[in-house]
């Protein structure tokens, strides 16, 4: 069974997907590389998912460490509440790494 970074088991069988499609198609040239999520590489969900990210970069008040996961978190929420796109950040995506 897949286990995240702190060796919890993932259960959601759609991130589990995406892992695996993720690493057979995005670590083919670099095995080392940060996964995201696959969603980002549609032609029609990408862009949405870059503006939404810009503006959580803005409404964030989080500065230094953690600022990432908040960022994140607003994201995950603006798209699935004002898009229907469920989205997983890196922290999700990359279960071999730990995010400040």
């Given at each position: 069974?897949?286990t995240?970074?702190?060796?919890?088991?993932?259960?959601?069988?759609?991130?589990?997907?995406?892992?695996?499609?993720?690493?057979?198609?995005?670590?083919?040239?670099?095995?080392?590389?940060?996964?995201?999520?696959?969603?980002?590489?549609?032609?029609?969900?990408?862009?949405?998912?870059?503006?939404?990210?810009?503006?959580?970069?803005?409404?964030?008040?989080?500065?230094?460490?953690?600022r990432?996961?908040?960022?994140?978190?607003?994201?995950?929420?603006?798209?699935?509440?004002?898009?229907?796109?469920?989205?997983?950040?890196?922290?999700?995506m990359?279960?071999?790494?730990?995010?400040?």
């Open positions: 069974m897949e995240d970074a702190y060796g919890y088991p993932i259960r959601d069988p759609e991130l589990l997907r995406r892992i695996e499609k993720a690493n057979s198609s995005q670590r083919i040239r670099n095995p080392q590389a940060e996964l995201h999520d696959p969603i980002e590489d549609n032609q029609r969900i990408g862009p949405i998912i870059r503006e939404v990210e810009r503006r959580a970069e803005k409404e964030s008040m989080v500065l230094g460490m953690g990432c996961h908040d960022v994140w978190a607003r994201m995950e929420q603006i798209l699935k509440n004002e898009h229907g796109i469920t989205w997983y950040p890196p922290s999700r990359n279960t071999d790494l730990i995010y400040d």
